[in-house]
């Protein structure tokens, strides 16, 4: 059963159209994330989701039921803003239960309720004292105890974590989603950082000037790139990308005399390749391209290695005491899978038969 259903949906000013044609399905249980740049149209999205924005066309259904003119509570869905939304002149406890008093709960039915979300955000402490007495992971817990007491079918966050320090978003990006798992909630989660995206999503939407650039599960995005803009928007370390052009036996990368690539043309296509998937080493290793280390950026346990191939830039993975000194003429090598072939022009990924080519003339250069 599907929690949202978004059924081309476009929302436009004037002449400006924030989310062009978009249609995804959220199933009920999974935590979904809406990922993509700044001005892509993944917090309108959820603002047309939560009844905050009415699409200029298309239809959202929450629960089976079309959504059009109802509010966010008639809808049955719950929010958590980025700004955290919290009354400073009220308690923890008054913050929570704000929306239940509001509507006229029962006083006993308030309390039970406050119990239960408080016991599972750890909050129990903290009831009697004001926003100003709160970290900024406690007051973000706050705010996702007042969306989680109103038992709303389906939760809305956008970005929840981006005023928190690097160390606070890691921990509470693990609360989030064990809370999410162990509650079988619903949510639709905005934000711009792939890692949160990666990390806690069941499907992830990437998003792009408005419209879905490309959406599945994170290991989908990340080992099978639709585009370039996939290529290079999910990856904690870049890929490197290297222009490829035609060589005497096929496709070699631009500035290099070969080896071969695979037997096909290769100008016009881009050749993309994971910092720990290409191996460094020696410099005529069998199997290898010969590059240049033009520069080490030393992490301890690893490192991350650029070299220069021909007129273009690779990054490696190596392991931390395997550096090479900058300079060194090195080889570098990959596995044929880790190959990742696009057009150029269009930015998308080669059909599958050149994909077979590259796997194959990769295999006589990696082995």
């Known amino acids: 059963m599907h929690s949202v259903d978004v059924r081309s949906v476009t929302k436009s000013w004037g002449v400006t159209t924030a989310v062009a044609?978009?249609?995804?399905?959220?199933?009920q249980g999974h935590l979904t994330v809406l990922l993509g740049p700044s001005g892509c149209?993944?917090?309108?999205?959820?603002?047309m989701i939560a009844g905050l924005e009415e699409p200029t066309s298309g239809t959202i259904e929450i629960g089976g039921r079309d959504v059009a003119g109802l509010t966010g509570a008639a809808r049955g869905?719950?929010?958590?803003?980025?700004?955290?939304?919290?009354?400073?002149?009220?308690?923890v406890a008054d913050n929570i239960t704000f929306g239940l008093s509001v509507r006229g709960a029962p006083k006993a039915e308030i309390a039970?309720?406050?119990?239960?979300?408080?016991?599972?955000?750890?909050?129990?402490?903290?009831?009697?004292r004001k926003p100003a007495q709160l970290s900024g992971g406690q007051q973000q817990r706050v705010a996702l105890g007042r969306a989680l007491i109103a038992e709303a079918p389906v939760c809305l966050l956008d970005e929840p974590l981006s005023n928190l320090d690097a160390q606070l978003r890691q921990d509470l990006r693990r609360e989030i989603r064990a809370l999410q798992q162990r509650l079988g909630i619903t949510m639709v989660y905005v934000t711009h950082d792939q890692t949160e995206a990666m990390s806690m999503a069941d499907e992830v939407i990437l998003m792009r000037a408005g419209r879905i650039e490309q959406q599945g599960a994170p290991a989908d995005l990340y080992d099978q790139p639709a585009t370039l803009f996939t290529a290079r928007f999910i990856g904690g370390t870049p890929m490197s990308f290297l222009d490829l052009d035609d060589g005497r036996d096929g496709a070699v990368i631009i500035g290099t005399t070969g080896p071969a690539l695979f037997a096909g043309p290769g100008k016009g296509r881009v050749?993309?390749?994971?910092?720990?998937?290409?191996?460094?080493?020696?410099?005529?290793?069998?199997?290898?391209?010969h590059a240049v280390v033009t520069a080490v950026e030393y992490l301890g346990g690893e490192a991350l290695v650029t070299c220069m191939i021909g007129e273009r830039p690779i990054l490696a993975r190596v392991r931390g005491k395997d550096v090479p000194a900058v300079g060194a003429a090195v080889g570098v090598r990959w596995q044929p899978s880790a190959a990742h072939i696009f057009e150029a022009s269009s930015g998308r990924r080669v059909a599958a038969e050149i994909g077979s080519a590259v796997r194959s003339k990769l295999q006589t250069v990696s082995h």
């Open 271 to 289: 050749l993309g390749l994971r910092p720990e998937d290409v191996t460094v080493d020696s410099e005529g290793a069998a199997g290898s391209i």
């Open 112 to 128: 039970a309720r406050l119990a239960r979300v408080a016991g599972v955000l750890g909050l129990e402490a903290l009831l009697a």
């Open 41 to 47: 149209g993944k917090s309108t999205m959820l603002r």
């Open 21 to 27: 044609d978009v249609s995804f399905a959220v199933k």
């Open 77 to 91: 869905v719950a929010m958590v803003f980025q700004s955290y939304a919290l009354f400073p002149h009220l308690t």
